[in-house]
């Protein structure tokens, strides 16, 4: 297989973006970019130098009539929508990847490799001072960390040795069951102007905490193009990141550990 630069397939993945972007428009879903390709645009415009992957969220309505849409109308063999719906991605959110491509994340079992993706991650209502939903995703995530986990690979040799004796034991939980339960749990409640909204499936925690106003969207610049993105994206990216203005020490500039091929 001839292997993708990480250059190559930051392209590919924005050229994904710009096919959601434009299917969103005609259709009306609403989506925002979200997490490190918000803040990219905002301090970038673009990717952020370190980071290789596209985020966005869709509200909750909008992201099931998406995924309705993409699978009973799509003809783009460049386009593949996966999910642990029909077991085609273990997590629990949708990534969009191009089929032609193979993209092996070193910490990750090879047997769940994907294309080169953009996420798509659910925007769910959350109730005034609940904090349920979000200890139920950390949970999730930290057994996710382990079931999918690479036996094999380690930044240490403890590491590897505690992979080792824990993945087979977290292998008996099954990793799409998993994936449906928190996503039924968190789409349980509304999105509605009494809630509070966030992304919880795979969120940084109560931070990520916004009020109903930030689905109201604006535009912004990523790699030379317009896309859609909160109005009030100060106040997600001060919530989640801080001074997200300033660059971070060097050794906390975190990239995905992963490589991409194109497949035979």
């Known amino acids: 297989m001839k292997e993708i630069s990480v250059s190559e397939r930051k392209k590919l993945q924005l050229d994904i973006l710009q096919k959601i972007d434009v299917l969103c428009r005609e259709q009306g879903f609403r989506y925002y970019l979200n997490s490190g390709t918000l803040l990219g645009a905002v301090r970038h415009k673009g990717y952020i130098p370190w980071d290789d992957d596209i985020d966005i ?3 909750r309505p909008d992201y099931e009539a998406f995924y309705r849409f993409f ?3 799509n003809t783009d ?3 593949q929508l996966i999910s642990y ?3 085609t991605s273990i997590y629990p959110f949708f990534k969009m990847v191009n089929p032609k491509t193979i993209v092996i994340e070193h910490y990750i079992d090879p047997k769940y490799r994907t294309g080169a993706w953009v996420d798509i991650f659910p925007l769910d209502g959350v109730k005034k001072n609940d904090s349920e939903p979000f200890k139920l995703n950390a949970k999730a995530h930290a057994k996710y ?3 999918v986990a690479n036996p094999n690979y380690g930044t240490t040799k403890f590491r590897k040795l505690v992979k080792r004796i824990l993945v087979p034991l977290y292998r008996k939980n099954d990793i799409y069951e998993i994936a449906r339960n928190l996503d039924n749990q968190v789409a349980s409640t509304p999105i509605c102007p009494e809630n509070d909204v966030a992304l919880v499936v795979w969120s940084y925690g109560e ?3 916004m009020p109903y106003s930030i689905l109201e969207a604006t535009e912004l610049e990523f790699e030379g193009k317009m896309f859609l993105a909160p109005r009030d994206w100060d ?4 919530s989640v990141y801080g001074q997200y203005m300033e660059l971070p020490p060097v050794d906390q500039r975190e990239t995905h550990f992963c490589t991409a091929y194109w497949k035979d």
């Open 85 to 87: 719906r029909d077991k």
């Open 145 to 147: 960390n382990v079931v």
């Open 235 to 238: 106040q997600y990216l001060t």
């Open 77 to 79: 063999d460049e386009m």
């Open 207 to 209: 931070q990520e905490r």
């Open 71 to 73: 699978k009973e109308n």
């Open 57 to 59: 969220t869709m509200p």
